[in-house]
């Protein structure tokens, strides 16, 4: 069975976690607790295009805070 994360004409959601993680997420399934939709429905393409855009840090915000940098 094929990965839904790997389906190019599929629609997905951008969910975003506590730690400011981003995920690509498809549209159909439930969002999982503990995350929110950061960017709405749309095509695999811009979905990624906001994830690269939107997380430019890659540590995890409890990270960033413990450090002084939040």
């Known amino acids: 069975m094929a990965s839904p994360f790997d389906d190019q004409q599929a629609r997905y959601l951008v969910i975003v976690n506590a730690e400011h993680q981003h995920s690509l997420w498809p549209a159909f399934a439930a969002v999982p607790d503990g995350w929110t939709v950061a960017h709405q429905e ?3 393409q811009e979905c990624l295009e906001y994830i690269e855009r ?14 002084g940098e939040d």
Do not use: E, N, Q, Y
């Open 54 to 67: 939107a997380w430019t840090d890659m540590r995890p915000r409890s990270l960033v805070t413990a450090v």
């Open 42 to 44: 749309a095509g695999h």
